[in-house]
């Protein structure tokens, strides 16, 4: 049983997302396509230096790894980028030095060995950090998490909600409002 599908997930996400909320800074973008979606993330990555972490929520096929794309073209990672479901995570270097660590913990109820290594990257200034599916380690993300709840629309648009916790994701959202 994947640890969303649970109560106990569901109770753990809908408290991390109440606990943001009351202090957090949200905004709403609705893109149209797929190329709308990764112009987004390219958006967001340019704004990108090392040391943010970025949660990731939506249901499978909602544009998570998508969005991750376009976060790594912004930061000038010209590889490509694929989805970590199955390998847990991917790191990707930028040119100016800063890395982009992409996880995905779809497959796992329990962090185990995995969450060590996410701690690393959190902790680390010179890596952006991306986890999809993270109420296995909820406990671990800072305060200052950007995240980005997506959801399908019935029309096949994405509806993002940014929710900044933190000075740096604040500042990150705000500039997206200009």
């Known amino acids: 049983m994947h640890s969303e599908d649970c109560l ?17 800074m949200t905004h709403e973008v609705v893109v ?3 190329d709308e979606l990764i112009a987004l993330g390219e958006r967001i990555g340019a704004r990108l230096t090392g040391g943010e ?4 929520i939506g249901d499978i096929g909602a544009g998570k790894t998508t969005l991750t794309k376009g976060l790594a073209h912004g930061m000038g990672i010209v590889e490509e980028v694929q989805s970590p479901t199955f390998t847990l995570s991917r790191v990707y270097d930028a040119p100016n030095g800063c890395r982009l660590a992409h996880y995905d913990f779809y497959r796992l109820n329990d962090a ?22 993270a109420a296995v380690v909820g406990d671990v993300l800072p305060d200052d998490t950007l995240r ?3 959801r399908v629309q019935a029309d096949d648009t994405r509806r993002l909600e940014l929710a900044a916790g ?9 500039e997206l409002m200009k």
């Open 148 to 150: 980005i709840a997506i």
């Open 53 to 56: 972490t970025i949660e990731l």
């Open 112 to 133: 185990g060995i995995m969450q060590a290594e996410l701690v690393e990257a959190v902790q680390d200034a010179q890596t952006v950090t991306v986890i999809e599916w």
């Open 8 to 24: 106990c997930g569901r109770i753990v996400l809908v408290y991390r997302l109440v606990k943001c909320y009351t202090k957090c």
């Open 166 to 174: 933190g000075k740096r994701s604040k500042q990150i959202v705000q």
């Open 32 to 34: 149209q396509t797929a």
